[in-house]
T-cell receptor, first 112, second 112 residues
Framework: QKEVEQDPGPLSVPEGAIVSLNCTYS??????FMWYRQYSRKGPELLMY????GNKEDGRFTAQVDKSSKYISLFIRDSQPSDSATYLC????????????FGTGTLLAVQP | DTAVSQTPKYLVTQMGNDKSIKCEQN?????MYWYKQDSKKFLKIMFS???????INETVPNRFSPKSPDKAHLNLHINSLELGDSAVYFC???????????FGEGSRLTVL
């Protein structure tokens, strides 16, 4: 079993839909949780960064962490065609090595 | 002005050859990384350096040798290339002890 599990999709939604992307993990030592967005043929870029459990909102994006269930989510409101990309969750235990463990990524397509 | 730049972007070579990928960051970060992304988009850390010192070495074959001449540069040399080495290699950097990684655009290696 991988440390971080993520449904690879693809996920196709109409423009304006609310998108929910999820990851589960097995290592209870993870404390920092991130979502990266990767456009085709580009490097990943950080979208959201959260510490421990709770919600964090940034514009149309909301990141949610439930440490008791070992489950994290990214919600995208009013999705746009420009949101079409692969979304990768990542997490780390906050140790000295700063080692991120990534999910396999979910490919999202927002149809105009 | 590119923050993390890596060269070459594309590399096509024969099995058994030796090749290098170069990476430079102008963000003033202390930590640099090499990640490998396979055909299924799975992103896995290979190495990390902090101020030219090797921090993470993730059970990578010793055909892969990173080298950090200074904290702004991290190069990757690969000896005796194999078919399984075909992937996209991403360089990244971060401030010390943060999971906010800044990625380059990737170097797509194809071994024939």
């Amino acid at each position: 079993q991988k440390e971080v599990e993520q449904d690879p999709g693809p996920l196709s939604v109409p423009e304006g839909a609310i998108v929910s992307l999820n990851c589960t993990y097995s290592n209870s030592a993870f404390q920092y949780f991130m979502w990266y967005r990767q456009y085709s043929r580009k490097g990943p870029e950080l979208l959201m960064y959260t510490y421990s459990s709770g919600n964090k909102e940034d514009g149309r994006f909301t990141a949610q962490v439930d440490k008791s269930s070992k489950y994290i989510s990214l919600f995208i409101r009013d999705s746009q065609p420009s949101d079409s990309a692969t979304y990768l969750c990542a997490m780390e235990d906050g140790g000295a090595t700063n080692k991120l463990i990534f999910g396999t990524g979910t490919l999202l397509a927002v149809q105009p | 002005d590119t923050a993390v730049s890596q060269t070459p972007k594309y590399l096509v070579t024969q099995m058994g050859n030796d090749k290098s990928i170069k990476c430079e960051q102008n963000l003033g970060h202390d930590t640099m990384y090499w990640y490998k992304q396979d055909s299924k988009k799975f992103l896995k850390i290979m190495f990390s350096y902090n101020n030219k010192e090797l921090i993470i070495n993730e059970t990578v074959p010793n055909r892969f040798s990173p080298k950090s001449p200074d904290k702004a540069h991290l190069n990757l040399h690969i000896n005796s290339l194999e078919l399984g080495d075909s992937a996209v290699y991403f360089c990244a950097s971060s401030r010390e002890n943060t999971g906010e990684l800044f990625f380059g655009e990737g170097s797509r290696l194809t071994v024939l």
